[in-house]
């Protein structure tokens, strides 16, 4: 098999063609690692609507000094009022009875 010979014209184009690849993907990854670095250095921006954590943090406060030191409750949800307690209330603590009183009243 004999080779076809190569012109210098052609495989000087084959090089500038190779060597103009090579520069292109390194700037487009220069460029991307710049924008990468841009991002992670920027200070994080809250989102319209996104809870603030100290807002959070002082609505929660309040439920925690309801509850006693020590004392731990099985219901989170309870506790945190979004949900109503299942346990029943103490007796000194529940509502009275209505007057059921079985005597007729005068009619006149």
């Known amino acids: 098999m004999q080779s076809q010979p190569v012109e210098p014209k052609q495989s000087l184009h084959r090089v500038r ?40 943090a002082n609505i929660a406060a309040p439920v925690a000094e309801q509850t006693p030191e ?16 299942t346990k029943a209330p103490p007796a000194s603590e529940a509502a009275p009875l209505p007057d059921t009183d079985p005597s007729p009243v005068p009619v006149e």
């Open 70 to 85: 020590g004392a731990e409750t099985d219901e989170p949800l309870a506790e945190l009022g979004v949900a109503p307690s």
């Open 17 to 56: 063609v190779g060597v103009t690849g090579l520069a292109s993907v390194l700037i487009l990854l220069l460029a991307a690692g710049a924008i990468y670095n841009a991002a992670r250095d920027e200070p994080q921006s809250a989102a319209i609507g996104a809870p603030k954590a100290e807002v959070v």
